[in-house]
């Protein structure tokens, strides 16, 4: 709606779900900062969250190992193209 909306034509929208595991949650952590994903909520702390908070994360992610040992980490990607005017 939004590519109608600014004069294109013709727009597809497709996504697709992709699912990483990875050895440590550590690994995954890594992969996020080197991608620059960040946390973007309006109104956060904008200081570190410390070890506690790190040592909860980490614990609570344990709910989501795989029978094999390894932790997944899904990604909605999301493509989209359409005609200029």
Same mark, same amino acid.
């Given at each position: 709606?939004?590519?109608?909306?600014?004069?294109?034509?013709?727009?597809?929208?497709?996504?697709?779900?992709?699912?990483? !595991?990875?050895?440590?949650? &550590? $690994? =995954?952590?890594?992969?996020?900062?080197?991608?620059?994903?960040?946390? %973007? !909520?309006?109104?956060?702390? &904008? $200081? =570190?969250?410390?070890?506690?908070?790190?040592?909860?994360?980490?614990? %609570?992610?344990?709910?989501?190992?795989?029978?094999?040992?390894?932790?997944?980490?899904?990604?909605?990607?999301?493509?989209?193209?359409?005609?200029?005017?």
């Amino acid at each position: 709606d939004a590519l109608l909306a600014a004069g294109f034509r013709d727009p597809v929208v497709d996504m697709e779900m992709i699912t990483l !595991t990875y050895d440590q949650v &550590r $690994g =995954l952590l890594q992969d996020l900062k080197g991608i620059g994903a960040n946390n %973007a !909520t309006a109104g956060r702390n &904008r $200081g =570190l969250t410390g070890k506690q908070r790190l040592q909860a994360f980490y614990q %609570a992610y344990e709910a989501f190992r795989q029978p094999d040992g390894r932790y997944p980490a899904s990604y909605e990607v999301i493509y989209g193209h359409a005609w200029a005017p």
